[in-house]
T-cell receptor, first 112, second 117 residues
Framework: LAKTTQPISMDSYEGQEVNITCSHN???????ITWYQQFPSQGPRFIIQ???TKVTNEVASLFIPADRKSSTLSLPRVSLSDTAVYYC?????????????FGGGTRLMVKP | GAVVSQHPSWVICKSGTSVKIECRSL??????MFWYRQFPKQSLMLMAT?????????EQGVEKDKFLINHASLTLSTLTVTSAHPEDSSFYIC?????????????FGPGTRLTVL
């Protein structure tokens, strides 16, 4: 299983763009990169998933360099409600069970 | 779409009793469901993988006789904490895998807070 490394915590202010980088040096060829958001006492919520280059949806963008050894979750113009823990996971669906392992996550604090 | 529910959302029980937690995929069929445990300020720890119609696969260190998992249908998995003790107090979260043959996207339930007195 590919291990991921993220900063433990980050601070930001409302309206700023936040970029959270995740390292996954031993990512496998078939692995996808998935980011989840978790609020206290709630289950993780799917944010975005990608394999290479750039993926964008209504809430975030995911940048993946050519070597895929890292990825960056970009949150545009954060608000107070974006304060949460963000998890980066790598894995694939190969019918071999759960290929997603949660690392420590990044605790984002958005300040007014 | 891809909604997963859990019931109950919280439960308080006395030491020695058993507690059942249900996990349902509401709008999709999930051949595989997963059970996690999360202690305060910590990450999610996978407890077991539950496949419909077969026995669950437990992670190392998780007692299968204490944490009974039943995945009787494509939309329901249950976790029973037997003879619960205070150290079993935790936040239990289930997830269900949607689709197949593609990237592993799991959808998580809202979690169940278990407090054992």
């Amino acid at each position: 299983l590919a291990k991921t490394t993220q900063p433990i915590s980050m601070d930001s202010y409302e309206g700023q763009e936040v970029n959270i980088t995740c390292s996954h040096n031993n990512i496998a060829t078939n692995d996808y990169i998935t980011w989840y958001q978790q609020f206290p006492s709630q289950g993780p919520r799917f944010i975005i998933q990608g394999y290479k280059t750039k993926v964008t949806n209504e809430v975030a963008s995911l940048f993946i360099p050519a070597d895929r050894k890292s990825s960056t979750l970009s949150l545009p113009r954060v608000s107070l409600s974006d304060t949460a823990v963000y998890y980066c996971l790598v894995g694939t669906d190969n019918n071999a069970g759960n290929m997603l392992t949660f690392g420590g996550g990044t605790r984002l604090m958005v300040k007014p | 779409g891809a909604v997963v529910s859990q019931h109950p959302s919280w439960v308080i029980c006395k030491s020695g009793t058993s507690v059942k937690i249900e996990c349902r995929s509401l709008d999709f069929q999930a051949t595989t469901m997963f059970w996690y445990r999360q202690f305060p300020k910590q990450s999610l720890m996978l407890m077991a993988t539950s496949n419909e119609g077969s026995k669950a696969t437990y992670e190392q260190g998780v007692e299968k006789d204490k944490f009974l998992i039943n995945h009787a249908s494509l939309t329901l998995s249950t976790l029973t904490v037997t003879s619960a003790h205070p150290e079993d107090s935790s936040f239990y979260i289930c997830s269900a895998r949607a689709g197949g043959g593609g990237p592993d996207t799991q959808y998580f339930g809202p979690g169940t807070r278990l407090t054992v007195l």
